[in-house]
């Protein structure tokens, strides 16, 4: 472990430390309120990272991989007496150097996402993004459904928190002058839980509005532009967070 506890928050984000490095970081952050601080932030952007639609490579891609393997040249051995005494260490020494290089970009990765320089609007550092929040939530459950035979959607639903956050991909758009709407549905029925815009490519990340115990229904239904009080269409899906 670096002998500088400061330097650590983006490998404890990212669950690359051991465990007792763990336990003697974990107590520095017990003291170190800034560190405490950034460790959340990083843990909510490798959250939200975790929960982005992957991007399948093109079919042809292991192909010209394989093409360009069998015509590169490979780097030569260092013929200096370091590299005739020591191939074992200069082995390991360029393994080290290609991990820390992909740890960085990683965790350049991670950062710029947490303060908002990669995909969506700047955040100071000071605040929370509500939906990275619930996402990271130590207590965070997933339950997905279908919505309505296109697309994938489910909801992500922190207990400690009260909140909840709707995640959907391939969702199609709401019909004009219709949009979708969210709704928590308990014992005394459903009350509104937002609206949702569905941007191009049917991704939407959306936190319910109002308190979620975890143990109701979400629906999503299509109503007026605007949204409406009460339900007045069939939902285009539930999701049953009691299970």
């Known amino acids: 472990m670096s002998a500088d506890p400061h330097l ?30 950034e460790a959340r932030q990083l843990r909510a952007a490798a959250a939200r990272l975790g929960a982005a639609v992957a991007t399948p490579p093109p079919a042809a891609l292991w192909g010209r991989v394989r093409a360009e393997v069998a015509t590169t040249d490979q780097v030569p051995p260092v013929a200096g007496p370091v590299g005739r005494r020591f191939p ?4 390991a020494a360029a393994a080290l150097l290609a991990a820390a290089a992909a740890l960085l970009v990683v965790a350049f990765s991670v950062t710029a996402l947490g303060l908002g320089l990669v995909g969506g ?5 000071r605040v929370a993004d509500p939906v990275a929040a619930v996402l990271a939530a130590p207590d965070a459950r997933r339950v997905a459904a279908r919505a309505g035979g296109v697309g994938q959607a489910e909801v992500v639903v922190s207990r400690q928190r009260g909140r909840a956050a709707f995640v959907a991909s391939g969702l199609a758009p709401a019909p004009a002058a219709r949009t979708y709407q969210l709704w928590v549905v308990d014992r005394s029925g459903p009350r509104p839980a937002g609206l949702v815009e569905v941007p191009k490519g049917g991704r939407v990340t959306r936190l319910l509005e109002g308190r979620v115990a975890g143990s109701e229904q979400v629906a999503l239904t299509v109503e007026r532009r605007g949204g409406a009080a009460r339900p007045t269409s069939e939902p285009v899906v539930v999701i049953d967070l009691r299970a």
């Open 8 to 37: 650590l928050t983006g490998a404890y984000a990212a669950d690359a430390l051991t465990g007792i490095e763990r336990l003697a970081f974990e107590r520095h952050l017990d003291a170190c309120l800034p560190c405490a601080a």
């Open 88 to 91: 074992s260490l200069l082995a």
């Open 121 to 125: 609007p700047r955040r100071s550092e």
